[in-house]
């Protein structure tokens, strides 16, 4: 609620005026700084008229997805290793594999058709606007909007160092501990090495209780990825970081798994990876936004957040 003050300007003389062009100065920054804390929580809001208007069952259905879906689970769920995921972060931080500004990042990335996907066809970019402009038609302010434009650009990974598909898009999971029954297919797990190993294939593995997600070796991916590029090379808060490096752990933000491993920041941590799911999901079955009216939008976004504006990939 923003303060509320009755000023009474009633006493013309000099001195008064002086005191009150004061006070209304002060009422101003009070006023100003409640709306700014208010617009902070109010991303949080499950105010979207957006997400209500959607028929949820139409999404997700993995049991009926078609075998493109099926095979690149089952390729992924037996190659994600702890020996796999060690390789893969080893060699990420070993060199920059391009120089690229954000805006032709997401062009690069617009040949890419997800294998993994069974909701949307469209391209890249497509869904970089639709996240984008659903959010913004609700009202979410300008560093979510920018987190979800660019929340899927880690998958410019399948053009460097990717070994196919099943290291860059999908849901993803803890590797180093047991593979929750929550994973989608978790039958397809049986051809992966770690299930026979003593201490990854315990309820905690290779971490403890408590630990933190931060601590968690998540399957290698886009997320991980863009979240590594993005802390380092962007003026994103944390809520935002966390909505680009856990929007694929579908295991944990919404069917509650590994929950056991949080901390008290991951909780707040997961409020805002819920607030910006449903934009990312739903948003998936919406028209076609025209890149050239929305570019010029976008590339002032995208300056503000990321103000060097070519970024090490
Ligand atoms: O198929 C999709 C797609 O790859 C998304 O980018 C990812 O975030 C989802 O978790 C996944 O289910
Ligand atoms: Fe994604
Ligand atoms: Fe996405």
Redesign the pocket.
């Known amino acids: 609620m923003a303060p509320t003050a009755v000023i009474d300007t009633s006493d013309h003389s000099g001195h008064a005026l002086d005191h009150v062009s004061d006070m209304v100065d002060e009422v101003n920054i009070l006023k100003g700084q409640a709306k700014k804390g208010a617009a902070a929580a109010d991303y949080l809001e499950e105010n979207s008229k957006f997400d209500a208007e959607k028929d949820k069952t139409k999404f997700r259905q993995y049991m009926d997805a078609c075998d493109r879906v099926k095979n690149f689970y089952k390729e992924q769920h037996t190659k994600q290793t702890v020996a796999y995921n060690l390789r893969a972060r080893h060699l990420f931080h070993s060199k920059t594999r391009d120089e690229l500004t954000v805006w032709e990042a997401i062009e690069k990335l617009n040949s890419l058709v997800d294998e993994s996907d069974p909701d949307t066809e469209v391209t890249q970019i497509m869904?970089a606007l639709q996240?984008a402009e659903a959010m913004r038609r609700d009202g979410k302010p300008r560093w979510m909007q920018c987190a979800g434009l660019i929340?899927?650009l880690g998958k410019l990974l399948y053009f460097y160092d990717a070994e196919g598909q099943w290291d860059v898009v999908g849901d993803t999971f803890p590797v180093g501990c047991a593979f929750d029954e929550k994973i989608i297919y978790p039958g397809s797990f049986c051809d992966n090495p770690d299930v026979d190993d003593p201490v990854y294939s315990t309820k905690y593995g290779i971490y403890s209780q408590g630990c933190g997600m931060d601590k968690i070796m998540l399957s290698w991916g886009h997320d991980e990825y863009l979240y590594h590029v993005a802390k380092a090379q962007s003026k994103l808060p944390d809520e935002a970081l966390a909505m680009i490096r856990y929007?694929s752990f579908y295991p944990w933000h919404r069917e509650g798994a590994y929950r056991f491993f949080m901390n008290e920041k991951d909780h707040e941590m997961l409020k805002a990876v819920n607030a910006f799911n449903p934009y990312?999901l739903y948003s998936k079955s919406d028209d076609m936004p025209s890149v050239e009216e929305l570019k010029p939008y976008y590339i002032e976004l995208i300056d503000e957040f990321f103000p060097q504006k070519v970024i090490k990939w």
């Open positions: 869904h996240t929340h899927d929007h990312d």
